[in-house]
């Protein structure tokens, strides 16, 4: 395993005291639409509103108290860097972030929110140079988002709590779909899922637009990519990291592609039938499974990720008056 299940749960453990265990949640009307038995783990439901808390917090608990104490930085469009802000404030060390020019505003008033920093800086593509310049004029330990090995077992607690939630509502889960940026979710959930289920099914879902772990599959390595403008902004990091790409190679299943047309529908249903409200890269795993993108046999039991709810209210309500 890429991540040791040991190090999941020593994760677990670790920041227990501080995160919720978000509930599994039965989601009978959209799982008749897909012809499955569908769960959702409402990671939206998360403290700063998604599943991000858990790999960070785990990052800056690790760190030496003298390493952690001149401070934390990272590169994030959003979650991530809400989550090393939380995570700044939970220990009581400065925290600044980098971030796209235009990531959305909720994120970047949460981020300020909790006390952090920000560096805006305008090209995507160039991000973690301008990361790279502020480590060391800070001299800030990096959380890094997607690549950290107690990053993704932090992650991985998303998949150890979903096998274990599943077993105590008495089902075996069939299939996991979980939507993939720079991986560090899928990274951690695969290894979770597979160590504890290896029969499992799990499926990845990327943007049809900006892949980025397809690419790196095909090329054996991490590569640079061209990522658009998308609702899922969480799925669009400059590439993706080499131990999620490791995780794929060894255990995901399937990795499918979902057009914006889809995460719109994931969204509205999320919202209008679960009552959950996602953002674009959260409801990417539910739409992929509802526009038929992840092929599944009848009854089949799906657990799909919410993995956040953090999305401008003039966005989501503009997917509404798009359909008037």
Known sequence: ?????????????????????????SARTLGDRAGVKLWLKAENLQKTGS???RGALNVVLGLEPERRARGLVTVSAGNHAQAVAWAARVVGVPCTVVMPADAPRSKAEAVRGYGATIVSHADRATLFDRLREEEQ???????HPFDDPAGLAGAGTVGLESIEQSAVLGTVLDTVIVAIGGG?????????VKALHPACRIVGVELAEGPGMTPALAAGKPVPVSRPRSLADGLTPPFVGVLPLEAARRHVDEIVLVSEEDIALGMRALFERAKLVAEGSGAAATGALLAGRVKCAPGERVLAIVSGGNV??????ALYASRA
């Open 1 to 25: 395993m890429p991540i040791a299940l040991e190090s999941i749960r020593e994760a677990a453990r670790r920041i227990e005291p501080h995160l919720h265990r978000t509930p599994v949640l």
């Open 51 to 53: 599943f991000k808390p």
């Open 137 to 143: 004029r800070t001299g800030a330990a990096f959380v």
């Open 184 to 192: 560090g979710l899928m990274a951690g959930v695969a290894c979770a």
């Open 312 to 317: 401008d209210p003039e966005r989501f309500c």
